[in-house]
């Protein structure tokens, strides 16, 4: 399914379209935090995700993150009724775990994930073992561009948006790599309004610091909701929407405190 990856380097399971050198002072001030954060998982611990044990730390997090997969999931597979096979990209896909679901799920569809953290990409490819319709590849979407223009249905940004500086920039790159009819989807991430922004920005540089990683706060991007609106995108799930309002105050669901969007290109 990947045939224009087959003539690049693979080192370690992970395929090559970037240099290394060009990230590591991101990555090792990235990998500090998710240390200090409790969010750097052993290869056990990884097979179990989104579902760590209960008494783990992390674990009501998790809940929301397995909830919001599984809506994803579950549209993806209606997708699959009009096409056979999906070319599902996922950007910024970390230790893969969410990668490694949507393979499982769509056995039929071709997967991608996308990082610059070469460790974490490895530890992915370690555990969930590319296959021959999944894929794990070091670098940006701006170098996938040279190798795969048009090629993906879907491209998938999970807990990651955050990551870029000038959002509506990579908007327009990301469309570039869909085939027509392609999706975009963002999850688990904020929005702000410009009267929320200057205070998440705040936030984040507080927190860095508080960390001593101040540098990362370079990294993390408060993103203003209007520069995502302008491409008109769709709402998948409100968490402020009352009956989700009312499931979590009951304890039966609707526990990701994030919306979830879905751009139609």
């Known amino acids: 399914m990947f045939d224009w990856l087959t003539s690049l380097p693979r080192p370690n399971g992970i395929v090559e379209i970037a240099c290394h050198d060009d990230f590591d002072r991101f990555t090792q001030a990235y990998l500090q935090v998710r240390q200090q954060e409790g969010r750097l998982y052993n290869d056990e611990l990884l097979r179990q995700l989104p579902h760590p044990p209960p008494s783990h730390p992390l674990a009501p997090e998790w809940r929301a993150r ?3 997969a599984h809506r994803l999931i579950q549209h993806l597979k209606q997708q699959t009724t009009a096409t056979a096979t999906l070319r599902v990209l996922e950007i910024g896909c970390g230790n893969g775990w969410l990668t490694h679901q949507i393979t499982a799920a769509l056995t039929s569809s071709a997967v991608i994930g996308l990082d610059i953290n070469r460790p974490e990409l490895e530890q992915a ?3 969930f073992k590319p296959a021959p319709n999944l894929a794990f590849v070091f670098g940006e979407a701006k170098h996938l561009a040279a190798h795969a223009p048009a090629y993906f249905d ?3 940004l999970a807990s990651a948006v955050q990551y870029f500086a000038n ?3 990579q908007v327009r790159l990301w469309q570039n790599l869909l085939r027509p009819n392609g999706q975009i989807h963002i999850l688990d991430s904020p929005f702000y309004t410009k009267k929320t922004l200057p205070k998440a920005k705040l936030a984040s540089r507080q927190y860095y ?3 001593g990683v ?3 706060a370079q990294h993390y991007h408060a993103h203003d909701i209007t520069s995502w609106l302008q491409f008109q ?3 998948m799930y409100d968490p402020s929407a009352l009956k989700n309002r009312l499931l979590r105050r009951l304890g039966l669901g609707a526990f990701s405190p994030f919306q ?3 751009l139609h290109v």
Do not use: F, N
Request: glycine share 0%; charged share 15%.
């Open 260 to 262: 979830w969007w879905c």
């Open 233 to 235: 995108p769709r709402l």
């Open 125 to 127: 490819a370690h555990i």
């Open 214 to 216: 101040p540098e990362l």
């Open 66 to 68: 397995a909830e919001s």
């Open 167 to 169: 959002l509506p920039a």
């Open 209 to 211: 610091q508080r960390l």
């Open 154 to 156: 879907i491209i998938i």
